[in-house]
């Protein structure tokens, strides 16, 4: 099929490479020359693994091409809306300034049998509105909203093996639109659906819906365990443990229960906002209000994090020297937006620290964030002479550190692990101060505390 991808940032890069793997001729459209310059010769913009292969092997065979020219979807049947939808400054809602610009400027090229697809996060509603444009345009025209479940750092695999399809299509399932678009959906995802991937073919408020529940459900899970972490602070519990223990029950898993520093990224906070701005127009605020609760849970965190970190400076920070390892949002990703690390290295620097950040591929993207921050390359030298070690993005080369050799960099052995990633106990016996979001003011060798507990109690801890 001849597709074109409007906009090529961490989704619609990924999306366009992709779909020309299936086999099908893609064009991808982006305002941004740079962008289109760097991935029309076969390279990523942003670091995503897996991506820089794809795009070579692709543009290589002819079968994708970028262009700045919104006149070139003239060409495609099929036209992806891959834009974003950002958190609007101030406001909770969705800014659809860029999906409104990319389906406004696709109107003169569309023509009968033409599909335009939405595949960025909307308010639920807003396919419906924009349907009405598209056929207003051209009248034989359809549009259908397929969200994208993608992650970063695996979004190359998420989207070539997606978990489940969506469509949502006019009229919902049945209709004489729908079946027609549903139809062209198939073709394009031909390879994934005869891997016998799941597929809900549906209406457009419910495709709608399906993502941005799917993101407050994540973020929800995310924010259980860590509030079950400030509970675990507060009696000196282990929230690691605790989060094997409930994972084990297969209703409720062990996935995304990773206690720490919480969620960040360019996708579920501010598609949890979004959400609950919409819910507040339509009336059903108080069904949404436990995601404010989610959110502050969230952002909480990173105030304990600094906290933690004071108290473990001795009551100070102030002119300490703090070696920040990890800026990007998640591991296996350059994306800095609402990152949770820089957010924990900005709050501490403005209160008087010396902080040092590294990260092995977001410097650049986190520099132009906060320039007022100082970056080393490596983990060593950030942590050259630093009196605290604060580990906040789980990038697989800080949880292999040797925390003996790490350990003469430093001028203090603090550590604090803030995704529960370090063995406490080697950290512990290189000398280190070990200390975590969750795991109470020691995190003790396993069994201790209860063996405590039941002495307590004149229980013996090995009696049967
Ligand atoms: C998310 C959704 O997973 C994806 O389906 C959607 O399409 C876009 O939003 P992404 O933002 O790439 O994807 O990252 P994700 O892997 O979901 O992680 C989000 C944040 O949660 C990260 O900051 C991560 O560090 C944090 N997280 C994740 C935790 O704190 N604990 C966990 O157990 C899992």
Redesign the pocket.
Same mark, same amino acid.
């Given at each position: 099929m001849r597709i074109s991808v409007i906009g090529c940032g961490y989704l619609g890069a990924v999306h366009a490479a992709s779909m020309a793997k299936l086999g099908h001729d893609v064009i991808g459209i982006d305002t941004d020359a740079a962008k289109v310059q760097a991935l029309a010769l076969g390279e990523a913009p942003f670091y995503e693994p897996g991506l820089p292969e794809l795009l070579r092997e692709t543009v290589t065979t002819g079968r994708l091409v970028f262009t700045t020219e919104i006149a070139a979807a003239a060409e495609a049947q099929v036209h992806f809306v891959c834009v974003g939808t950002p958190q609007k400054r101030g406001e909770y809602a969705a800014d659809l300034r860029f999906v409104d610009a990319a389906i406004t400027g696709l109107l003169p090229y569309l023509r009968a049998g033409s599909l335009v697809a939405g595949k960025s996060t909307v308010p639920v509603g807003t396919a419906h509105r924009l349907a009405g444009l598209v056929t207003g345009a051209q009248a034989e025209a359809m549009l259908a909203w397929n969200p994208?479940?993608?992650?970063? *750092?695996y979004a190359v695999k998420d989207t070539l093996h997606p978990d489940r399809i969506v469509y949502g299509i006019p009229g919902g399932p049945g209709s004489a639109a729908g079946v027609r678009a549903e139809k062209i959906l198939d073709e394009v995802y031909a390879t994934p659906l005869a891997e016998h991937i799941p597929k809900v073919v549906t209406d457009y408020t419910t495709a709608e819906l399906v993502k941005v529940a799917? #993101?407050s459900f /994540?973020a929800t899970k995310?924010s259980f365990?860590n509030a079950m972490a400030e509970l675990c602070e507060a009696t000196g519990a282990d929230v690691t443990q605790l989060a094997d223990a409930i994972g084990y029950d297969s209703r409720i898993g062990r996935k995304? /229960? #990773?206690a &720490? /520093? &919480?969620? *960040? &990224?360019?996708? /579920?906070p501010k598609d949890i906002r979004a959400f609950m701005a919409r819910a507040g127009e339509l009336g059903v605020d108080q069904a949404l209000s436990f995601l404010r609760e989610v959110d502050s849970i969230n952002m909480r965190r990173r105030v304990r994090m600094v906290d933690l970190a004071r108290e473990v400076c001795g009551g100070s920070i102030v002119g300490r020297r703090v070696a920040v390892l990890g800026a990007a949002?998640?591991p296996d990703?350059d994306d800095v937006r609402d990152s949770?690390a820089l957010n924990v290295a900005a709050q501490m620097q403005l209160q008087g620290a010396h902080v040092v950040v590294t990260d092995p591929e977001a410097i650049a993207n986190a520099q132009l964030a906060w320039p007022t921050l100082s970056f080393a390359s490596s983990a060593e030298d950030a942590a050259a002479g630093a009196d605290v070690v604060l580990l906040l993005t789980e990038w697989r080369q800080y949880r292999e550190l040797d925390p003996v050799a790490f350990g003469r960099l430093v001028s203090g052995r603090r550590i604090i692990d803030g995704r529960n990633v370090l063995d406490p106990f080697t950290w512990r016996a290189a000398g280190w101060t070990y200390r975590a979001l969750g795991r109470g003011t020691a995190v003790q060798q396993p069994g201790v505390e209860v063996h405590a507990a039941l002495a307590a109690q004149g229980v013996s801890p090995t009696s049967p």
């Amino acid at each position: 099929m001849r597709i074109s991808v409007i906009g090529c940032g961490y989704l619609g890069a990924v999306h366009a490479a992709s779909m020309a793997k299936l086999g099908h001729d893609v064009i991808g459209i982006d305002t941004d020359a740079a962008k289109v310059q760097a991935l029309a010769l076969g390279e990523a913009p942003f670091y995503e693994p897996g991506l820089p292969e794809l795009l070579r092997e692709t543009v290589t065979t002819g079968r994708l091409v970028f262009t700045t020219e919104i006149a070139a979807a003239a060409e495609a049947q099929v036209h992806f809306v891959c834009v974003g939808t950002p958190q609007k400054r101030g406001e909770y809602a969705a800014d659809l300034r860029f999906v409104d610009a990319a389906i406004t400027g696709l109107l003169p090229y569309l023509r009968a049998g033409s599909l335009v697809a939405g595949k960025s996060t909307v308010p639920v509603g807003t396919a419906h509105r924009l349907a009405g444009l598209v056929t207003g345009a051209q009248a034989e025209a359809m549009l259908a909203w397929n969200p994208e479940f993608l992650r970063e *750092g695996y979004a190359v695999k998420d989207t070539l093996h997606p978990d489940r399809i969506v469509y949502g299509i006019p009229g919902g399932p049945g209709s004489a639109a729908g079946v027609r678009a549903e139809k062209i959906l198939d073709e394009v995802y031909a390879t994934p659906l005869a891997e016998h991937i799941p597929k809900v073919v549906t209406d457009y408020t419910t495709a709608e819906l399906v993502k941005v529940a799917a #993101n407050s459900f /994540l973020a929800t899970k995310i924010s259980f365990i860590n509030a079950m972490a400030e509970l675990c602070e507060a009696t000196g519990a282990d929230v690691t443990q605790l989060a094997d223990a409930i994972g084990y029950d297969s209703r409720i898993g062990r996935k995304f /229960l #990773n206690a &720490g /520093l &919480g969620f *960040g &990224g360019g996708c /579920l906070p501010k598609d949890i906002r979004a959400f609950m701005a919409r819910a507040g127009e339509l009336g059903v605020d108080q069904a949404l209000s436990f995601l404010r609760e989610v959110d502050s849970i969230n952002m909480r965190r990173r105030v304990r994090m600094v906290d933690l970190a004071r108290e473990v400076c001795g009551g100070s920070i102030v002119g300490r020297r703090v070696a920040v390892l990890g800026a990007a949002f998640k591991p296996d990703s350059d994306d800095v937006r609402d990152s949770p690390a820089l957010n924990v290295a900005a709050q501490m620097q403005l209160q008087g620290a010396h902080v040092v950040v590294t990260d092995p591929e977001a410097i650049a993207n986190a520099q132009l964030a906060w320039p007022t921050l100082s970056f080393a390359s490596s983990a060593e030298d950030a942590a050259a002479g630093a009196d605290v070690v604060l580990l906040l993005t789980e990038w697989r080369q800080y949880r292999e550190l040797d925390p003996v050799a790490f350990g003469r960099l430093v001028s203090g052995r603090r550590i604090i692990d803030g995704r529960n990633v370090l063995d406490p106990f080697t950290w512990r016996a290189a000398g280190w101060t070990y200390r975590a979001l969750g795991r109470g003011t020691a995190v003790q060798q396993p069994g201790v505390e209860v063996h405590a507990a039941l002495a307590a109690q004149g229980v013996s801890p090995t009696s049967p």
